[in-house]
């Protein structure tokens, strides 16, 4: 049987909250080992845990997306196909910040997060223009053999 509670903290009136009319961050934890309870979704209202909550997520989605940047960056062999991929994540973890994140985390962090994925960004920029000038001079050097050949 589910059920819904009101967890107010540090408050002992007796006044009753529809938990229906709550506006907060909604989440599914995860279940691990030694849990009690078990909990189908949690729903803060407390602007700066939502803040906190979130950073963490951003953090955790962010390193992951500088991994796979600094793999590709350091990789003398990539190609453009591995750098579109690390462009499309940087996407998506945009995508996600602007459309769940976005009403519920302060306008300063929000700009943070969006020039920290703006810096990984123009560095998968500048590593696709050097993938392509560097096929763009083997192209050259091998035109130029072939010339000399004949």
């Known amino acids: 049987m589910a ?12 006044s009753v909250v529809s938990i ?20 189908n ?15 963490i997520k951003f953090d ?3 390193k992951q997306v500088v991994a796979m940047a600094l793999s590709v960056i350091n990789d003398e062999d990539a190609d453009d196909d591995t750098v ?4 499309d994540e940087v996407e998506l973890v945009r995508q996600v910040l602007l459309n769940r994140y976005q009403r519920f985390i302060s306008y300063e962090k929000e700009q943070l997060f969006l020039k920290k994925l703006r810096l990984i960004e123009n560095e998968m920029r500048m590593k696709q223009v050097q993938i392509k000038q560097k096929a763009m001079y083997l192209e050259q050097q ?7 050949s004949r």
């Not at 909604?26 to 309870?37: A, E, L, M, T, W």
């Not at 579109?84 to 462009?87: D, E, H, K, W």
């Open 3 to 14: 059920s819904s509670y009101l967890i107010n903290k540090g408050h002992h009136d007796d």
């Open 20 to 39: 229906h009319e709550l506006d907060g961050y909604k989440f599914r934890p995860k279940p691990g080992k030694g849990n009690y309870i078990r909990v």
């Open 41 to 55: 979704e949690v729903t803060i209202v407390d602007k700066v845990m939502i803040d906190k909550i979130l950073s």
């Open 60 to 62: 955790k989605a962010f």
């Open 84 to 87: 579109q991929i690390v462009l």
């Open 142 to 148: 091998e035109t130029m053999t072939q010339g000399r």
